[in-house]
Nanobody
Framework: QVQLVESGGGSVQAGGSLRLSCALS????????MAWFRQAPGKEREGVAS????????YYADSVKGRFTISQDNTKKTLYLQMNSLKPEDTAMYYC??????????????????????WGQGTQVTVSS
């Protein structure tokens, strides 16, 4: 069982930046995909960015390419999402997710859509215009 705890959300004006963190604990698979999702009120959950634990291959949704960066620390126990040039439409609850995965998924950065077994509780990001 993997536990995920997000932090770093908050309120920011358009054009600003935030960095989200997701701490992993418990039984962590040898290789895995990790991702950030978001869900705004009245909208479907959307995959934002994903990363493979070995090699750090990444994948981004078109809506955040060039503005968001997903990364992990050297211990591979913390996942980050650096969000720059934030827009009001980025306002949502952000969740991190993890799942065991092999190279067939990892070599492409674990692209969406993809199912995940483990989820955090979410952290709110609000961007005002």
């Amino acid at each position: 069982q993997v536990q995920l705890v997000e932090s770093g959300g908050g309120s920011v004006q358009a054009g600003g930046s935030l960095r989200l963190s997701c701490a992993l604990s418990g039984y962590i698979p040898n290789t895995y995909c990790m991702a950030w999702f978001r869900q705004a009120p009245g909208k479907e959950r959307e995959g934002v960015a994903s990363l493979y634990s070995e090699g750090g291959n990444t994948y981004y949704a078109d809506s955040v390419k060039g503005r968001f960066t997903i990364s992990q620390d050297n211990t591979k126990k913390t996942l980050y999402l650096q969000m720059n040039s934030l827009k009001p439409e980025d306002t949502a609850m952000y969740y991190c997710a993890a799942d065991r995965a092999g190279w067939s998924q990892g070599r492409r950065g674990c692209p969406f859509p993809r199912e995940y077994d483990y989820w955090g509780q979410g952290t709110q990001v609000t961007v005002s215009s």
